[in-house]
């Protein structure tokens, strides 16, 4: 049952604008993924920020700042690369109902039980605003954990998610956007799909051959 659930993810190009999503049904399906999420000595050290269906300014800057990142990286013009009928995928920034945006975030109340083990000379990063850099890599891998989870509470829910990559690292470049204070980790849009990419991926004969790689090369049994 589970896996034909999973079967149902396809990334989306765009989203129905016109379908918003109750916000009430989002924050079910946020708490769930929560709930069932396990993070490293319950820090949970990362926040995820809620854009909303009204917050359409907010997901242009976003989507502004995907497009400036790709245009630093690929060394390009986007105005050259794209056309006006033809944007990038992380389009769906723009008519997604949901845009959640994961940050980092430290601990400033630790639990009982994690003030018991700090006291007893447990150090733990998490709790220091001054060494969150530290946690870097333990709250991409918890988010990918909660976004895993979340993709797949909303797909029984026949609601679907994306997720994007491509926006600038650097804090300095979200200064514009103030809840963000810490490094952003994920872009996931949530909405109903209109559009996905396997429906117009026959630009070329050789995208329809962009498959992953084979099982044996990922996964190594002993």
């Given at each position: ?37 396990p993070s490293k000595n319950n820090f ?23 497009m400036a990142n790709e245009e630093a990286g690929d060394n390009i013009n986007a ?144």
């Amino acid at each position: 049952m589970l896996e034909k659930i999973l079967a149902k993810r396809k990334y989306v190009m765009d989203y129905c604008s016109r379908t918003k999503i109750d916000k009430d049904i989002i924050r079910d399906l946020l708490h769930s993924a929560w709930a069932v999420t396990p993070s490293k000595n319950n820090f949970m050290p990362y926040k995820v920020h809620v854009v909303g269906p009204k917050q359409q300014m907010i997901k242009h800057k976003v989507f502004k700042k995907c497009m400036a990142n790709e245009e630093a990286g690929d060394n390009i013009n986007a105005t050259q690369r794209y056309s006006k009928d033809q944007l990038p995928n992380y389009r769906n920034i723009l008519s997604c109902s949901h845009l959640l945006i994961f940050t980092q975030r430290y601990e400033p109340d630790p639990n009982p039980f994690q003030k018991w083990l700090i006291d007893r000379g447990h150090n733990y990063p998490a709790a220091d605003r001054n060494r969150i850099a530290e946690c870097y890599s333990s709250a991409m891998l918890e988010v990918g954990l909660f976004a895993a989870a979340f993709g797949a509470l909303c797909l029984e829910k026949n609601i679907d998610t994306s997720f994007t990559g491509c926006f600038p690292g650097d804090l300095k470049k979200w200064q514009d956007i103030d809840f963000v204070d810490q490094t952003p980790l994920l872009l996931m849009t949530v909405g109903i799909g209109k559009v996905y990419r396997q429906d117009i991926i026959q630009y070329t004969d050789l995208e329809k051959e962009d498959y992953k790689p084979n099982f044996e090369k990922v996964v190594n049994i002993l």
